[in-house]
């Protein structure tokens, strides 16, 4: 299964949602809870106080009547009035506490109103930054997930184009060492061609020096015919025929030079 973060943060928004409800209902219930205690403490303490001003109503006429009979006026019109003043006196006593109660419950309402409206607000507030909070999470994952895919492709991108390097270099190698192994064979063969006109130079210089050699000897000997036939004269001769001899052999050999480094 794929990784989603929008899941996650769909999940960690629910949980924010989940804990700022119990949050706000928590302090929600607890002061209703504690205004309905004041409430009922304040309805046994006003039914207390109304108790009281019953009784004493009540020990107050007794009182009247009391002194009333102990002078000898039970009957007369002064107990009917005092009846009636303790009457008014009860009702007004029993109004000011029943005016009591009434705005100490009518307080005890207004804050119980006032806890539900800031459930009300404060969960309202609460969804609210929660949702900011998750699309600023969600804007920011995007951009993050963006990031790594711009990240992916650049590194797929330069895997690429190392390969196609790599790829570029190998053939280049392998271009280079058939070259190479041609050129060496070429190289071989000229070698080859080399050693054979050497060769063939030095054969010529051989045959050079073996004719140079002949020719010696033919002077020699026409030197020594030269001086049996005709004495100092024909020694004379003889010596100067093998100088020019010597001279011809000196170019030949000349002219061979010149041919073996025109061959080079």
Do not use: C, H, P
Request: charged share 20%; aromatic share 6%; hydrophobic share 25%.
């Amino acid at each position: 299964m794929a990784y989603s973060y929008e899941n996650e943060l769909n999940a960690l928004k629910e949980a924010q949602r989940k804990s700022a409800v119990a949050d706000l209902e928590n302090t929600r219930n607890q002061t209703l809870s504690n205004l309905q205690a004041e409430q009922q403490k304040n309805l046994a303490n006003y039914n207390t106080q109304r108790n009281t001003a019953n009784v004493q109503n009540q020990l107050n006429s007794k009182n009247f009547q009391e002194y009333l009979a102990s002078t000898g006026r039970a009957n007369s019109g002064l107990a009917s009035q005092a009846k009636l003043q303790n009457d008014n006196n009860l009702q007004t006593s029993l109004n000011s506490i029943n005016s009591a109660q009434n705005a100490s419950n009518a307080d005890i309402y207004r804050r119980q109103t006032d806890a539900n409206n800031a459930y009300n607000t404060g969960l309202a507030s609460a969804n609210a930054n929660i949702e900011a909070n998750y699309i600023q999470n969600l804007l920011d994952q995007r951009a993050k997930a963006a990031q790594l895919e711009q990240q992916e492709r650049e590194f797929n991108e330069s895997v690429r184009q190392f390969n196609e390097q790599m790829a570029y270099n190998y053939a280049n190698l392998r271009g280079g060492s058939s070259g190479s192994s041609r050129g060496g064979g070429s190289r071989r063969s000229s070698g080859k061609s080399g050693k054979s006109g050497s060769s063939g130079d030095e054969i010529n210089w051989a045959d050079t020096s073996a004719n140079t050699k002949t020719t010696d000897k033919k002077n020699k000997t026409s030197a020594s015919g030269g001086s049996g036939a005709f004495g100092s004269g024909g020694s004379m001769g003889s010596r100067s025929s093998s100088t020019t001899n010597k001279k011809k052999d000196t170019k030949k050999n000349s002219f061979n030079l010149l041919n073996f480094l025109n061959i080079l």
